[in-house]
């Protein structure tokens, strides 16, 4: 890495002024700030500002430190699995095939960029298109907290089969073979215990970041050297270190440098070239023919035996085109199998279908419960044991999230309702760890409208409530109403701002974590400590 590009020219000030002015912006039509970062990238482009190294640099370390992130959380066990690798291979064929036929019949029109295009340039098209954004799909499933839930998971696994493909697309693409030294990297097996040693001596703060920024970068550089794609090392290298118990805790020390470092790669994305008529006109074809490719990830999924919410939410997060297609654009350009304007073309195809993602995933379960019975019609009988509605048995108190606040109510509850409690959870580690402590615990969802609807009436009593995210409170509340639930709804919240919301939602008693820490605190020491004022 080039030293000097640490160091960032006076002039960047101003896209991150811009980035921070549309970021803004389009909050206030309930729209992610990635849009308005893409939106910003094509604003600087059309007024004559180029991107340089040092925001391709940032950028690239963005992703690294994105796909590590998603390899320390990851269960390889889950690509093993006929609903990831099979709906992620079928999809890609169909799209290549379909989408491919049509681009090839169009060179028989004559428009311009699609004159001349062989079936071999049409099908590297086509390829390009059939990718969905990780980085979109992963900063949308952290935003709302859906990074553990089951059609989180589903997403993501078909997302990293795709990387996969396009790891080896690029590797034949380019004609770079990896290195002997390559089957070096297999040593990387054995020192994972040396690893994790290194991470927990860390520990936290900023020696756990400098930790995971060393791990990430350094890992996508080893394999690099070997000609093998970095980003595929930054991956491999967090699954590696995946699945012990400071995995997550590295994960979340990296979040904030990953979030502003992805804020340079969606700026790099307007950066392509400012948008024609022409471009534009292609591009919205190219949106509306990604509803294609939503359904047919939604009729693959129920396909495959998973219900119809986890396959709708699915294909939500899988609905847009990848930052992929424009690596294939360049690479395709570079070899003359396409004009350059299709680097543009994809661009805003590409922006055009986060705007479109992001708005659908917004009113994800609103959507759902509206078309329920539609959605119903392709469901399978026969379910997959993992994703079948939810059976609370006789338990009339309901904890959803068991993390340390939840674990702390379920103990605190225990002594008073014993074998009346039951925790949920979204996350099957989560659960796994509370049943082997003793707990009664399941894998649950607090925003699946099909385990609200199951609920018979009378038989919970009380629901406690303990999710991150506002916006999941919000949905889980309106869901539990919409089933005429009589009972009491409690929360647990860490800001104000949240207390109003949630009580003219209907909840019943919000608790403030923060707010009442320091009063538990100074009653506990009251309590158990006797001190004598002058």
């Known amino acids: 890495m080039d030293l000097n590009l640490i160091a960032i020219h006076f002039s960047d000030i101003y896209w991150i002024l811009i980035a921070l002015v549309f970021g803004l912006a389009v909050t206030y039509i309930s729209l992610p700030p990635m849009v308005g970062y893409l939106v910003a990238g094509f604003v600087l482009s059309a007024i004559g500002i180029q991107s340089d190294e040092t925001l391709k640099a940032v950028a690239d370390i963005g992703v690294t430190l994105l796909l590590f992130s998603i390899g320390l959380k990851l269960n390889v066990k889950d690509l093993l699995r006929a609903e990831i690798w099979a709906v992620s291979v079928i999809h890609m064929l169909v799209t290549i095939i379909v989408f491919g036929a049509l681009v090839f019949l169009m060179s028989f029109s004559g428009l311009r960029d699609f004159a001349g295009l062989s079936v071999f340039d049409s099908a590297i098209i086509a390829f390009a298109l059939s990718f969905s954004s990780t980085v979109f799909a992963v900063k949308v499933l952290e935003e709302k907290s859906e990074m553990s839930s089951l059609h989180g998971k589903v997403a993501i696994g078909i997302l990293i089969m795709q990387d996969l493909f396009a790891v080896i697309f690029l590797t034949v693409a380019s004609g770079k073979v990896p290195s002997y030294w390559a089957v070096l990297l297999l040593l990387l097996i054995p020192l994972r215990p040396l690893l994790i040693k290194l991470i927990n001596k860390a520990s936290h703060g900023e020696l756990l970041i400098l930790c995971g920024m060393l791990l990430a970068l350094g890992g996508s550089a080893v394999f690099d050297l070997v000609g093998v794609k970095a980003d595929l090392g930054a991956l491999l290298l967090g699954v590696l270190?995946?699945?012990?118990?400071?995995?997550?805790?590295?994960?979340?020390?990296?979040?904030?440098?990953?979030?502003?470092?992805?804020?340079?790669?969606?700026?790099?994305?307007?950066f392509n070239g400012a948008p024609t008529l022409w471009a534009l006109s292609i591009a919205i074809v190219l949106a509306i023919l990604m509803l294609a490719k939503s359904y047919l990830f939604y009729r693959l999924l129920t396909a495959f035996k998973l219900r119809a919410r986890t396959s709708f939410l699915s294909s939500l997060t899988l609905s847009n085109y990848s930052e992929f297609g424009l690596i294939v654009g360049s690479i395709g350009v570079a070899n003359g199998w396409m004009s350059g304007e299709w680097l543009v073309i994809i661009a805003i195809a590409l922006s055009i279908t986060f705007v479109i993602s992001s708005m659908g995933d917004n009113k994800a379960h609103t959507l759902y419960a509206k078309y329920e019975k539609a959605l119903c019609k392709y469901e399978r009988k026969e379910r997959l044991p993992y994703d079948k509605p939810i059976e609370v048995g006789g338990a009339q108190i309901l904890v959803f999230g068991m993390g340390r606040v939840g674990t702390g109510v379920y103990d605190t509850l225990l002594e008073k309702y014993k074998n009346n409690l039951l925790g949920i959870d979204m996350s099957r580690e989560v659960v796994e760890r509370q049943v082997e402590a003793g707990r009664n615990a399941i894998i649950g969802d607090a925003t699946d409208y099909d385990f609200w609807q199951r609920l018979k009436p009378g038989a919970v009593k009380m629901i406690m409530l303990d999710m991150p995210n506002i916006h999941e409170l919000l949905a889980a509340v309106e869901m539990i109403k919409d089933t005429r639930f009589k009972g009491v709804i409690a929360a647990a919240v860490k800001h104000d701002d949240c207390v109003k919301r949630l009580n003219d939602a209907g909840v019943h008693s919000v608790f403030n974590v923060y707010a009442e820490a320091g009063s538990g605190f100074a009653n506990h020491v009251s309590e158990n400590v006797k001190i004598v004022l002058d």
Do not use: D, H, P, R
């Not at 995995?247 to 307007?270: M, Q, R, T, Y």
């Open 241 to 270: 270190l995946s699945g012990n118990s400071k995995s997550e805790k590295l994960a979340k020390s990296l979040l904030s440098f990953k979030e502003i470092f992805l804020v340079a790669f969606f700026l790099s994305i307007g």
